[in-house]
């Protein structure tokens, strides 16, 4: 079963920055939509960005939207998600995923629903001071 650990989280204050990794388990091949989610305590899991396979296609919440950037480096199997200007509400459990059963492609776009991903890993803490 393909899982993914991820690292970089940890805490900062009002306005720092963070770079978030994400890498497979286990050897992983063929095309598919890569998106990072987050749960506050108290709170369902939203997603917060996505990136397609070939040339990256990217997408974003509303709430994080010109703060964090998501991007992947095929030849690592590896994705990434900076961000920057974080603030108390950003604090909560980010994960990443894989969607490796093509439910996620929307045809121009990964859909950050969690419900369309399948491979998950542990999370990453991200706490925000003010």
């Known amino acids: 079963q393909v899982r993914f650990v991820e690292s970089g989280g940890g805490s900062v204050q009002a306005g720092g920055s963070l770079n978030l990794s994400c890498t497979p388990s286990?050897?992983?091949?063929?095309?598919?939509?890569m998106g990072w989610f987050r749960q506050a305590p108290g709170k369902e899991r939203e997603g917060v960005a996505s990136?397609?396979?070939?040339?990256?296609?990217?997408f974003y919440s509303d709430a994080v939207k010109g703060r964090f950037t998501i991007s992947r480096d095929s030849a690592k199997k590896t994705v990434y998600l900076q961000m920057n200007n974080l603030n108390p509400d950003d604090t909560a459990m980010y994960y990443c995923?894989?969607?490796?059963?093509?439910?996620?492609?929307?045809?121009?776009?990964?859909?950050?629903?969690?419900?369309?991903?399948?491979?998950w890993g542990q999370g990453t803490q991200v706490t925000v001071s003010s």
């Open positions: 990136i397609s396979s070939g040339t990256p296609i990217t």
């Open positions: 286990t050897y992983i091949s063929g095309t598919y939509c």
């Open positions: 995923a894989a969607d490796l059963f093509q439910r996620a492609y929307s045809g121009h776009y990964c859909r950050i629903g969690p419900l369309d991903y399948n491979a």
